[in-house]
């Protein structure tokens, strides 16, 4: 019974290039939200999706990120024109309704040369 | 503004010793709260409360719910090494989860 499944892991990228980040939440969630966290610094809600719907996406910067959960295959957490302060682990977690306990992923530490 | 606030943000104990982790927080439509645990990779979820008064239990983790008061405690007794980690709150008060930033625990032997 996989969990939440994030990829990569690890991904470096240059100033002004793209970073795509992939979530696939524990089968049989709809629901997933992704998080942001610097060092020292809790987890930052960004984006709440359920399948082909952003549900809430007030905690997203409004350029250069976008997030999609399409009706088939996982969500994407897209940032485009990468900056160094986008550097950060970014996390994914999913559940199975509203209001229910959130499973996490390991999340994708992304870093910016 | 929703806000979740963690007490101490670090604490050292030795093993065997018992911690209160502290989480207040001031949100609009309060619906529950969650407790988890965060090693180096992903939080790992504890408990999730959501009536005052009623203690959830988990082995030698403990936790209760203050919704007068706005306030939650994490207890650990007899605390072991395995033990050390950052221990995170969240408030969901609707749409969103917020999260408080952590205490971070370390026990030594």
């Known amino acids: 019974n996989a969990g939440v499944m994030q990829n990569p892991r690890h991904l470096v990228r240059r100033r002004g290039q793209e970073a795509r980040l992939r979530c696939s939440p524990m089968k049989g969630h709809s629901h997933v939200y992704w998080y942001r966290q610097l060092p020292e610094e809790g987890l930052k809600f960004m984006v709440y999706l359920q399948k082909e719907n952003i549900i809430d996406e007030s905690g997203m910067p409004k350029e250069r990120f976008s997030a999609e959960f399409p009706k088939e295959g996982p969500s994407i957490l897209r940032i485009q024109q990468v900056v160094r302060g986008d550097s950060a682990a970014y996390f994914c977690a999913s559940s199975p309704r509203e209001f229910q306990p959130q499973h996490f992923g390991d999340g994708t530490r992304l870093s910016i040369l | 503004e929703d806000k979740v606030v963690q007490s101490p943000l670090s604490l050292v104990v030795h093993e065997g010793d018992t911690v209160t982790l502290n989480c207040s927080y001031e949100v609009t439509n309060f619906r529950s709260l969650l407790w988890y645990k965060q090693e180096k990779k992903a939080p790992t979820f504890l408990f999730m409360l959501t009536s005052s008064g009623i203690e959830k239990k988990s082995g030698r983790l403990s936790s209760i719910l203050d919704k007068k008061e706005l306030f939650s405690i994490l207890n650990i007794t007899a605390t072991q090494t395995g033990d050390s980690a950052i221990y995170l709150c969240?408030?969901?008060?609707?749409?969103?989860?917020?999260f408080g930033t952590g205490t971070s625990l370390t026990v030594i032997p």
């Open positions: 969240a408030v969901y008060p609707g749409n969103q989860f917020y």
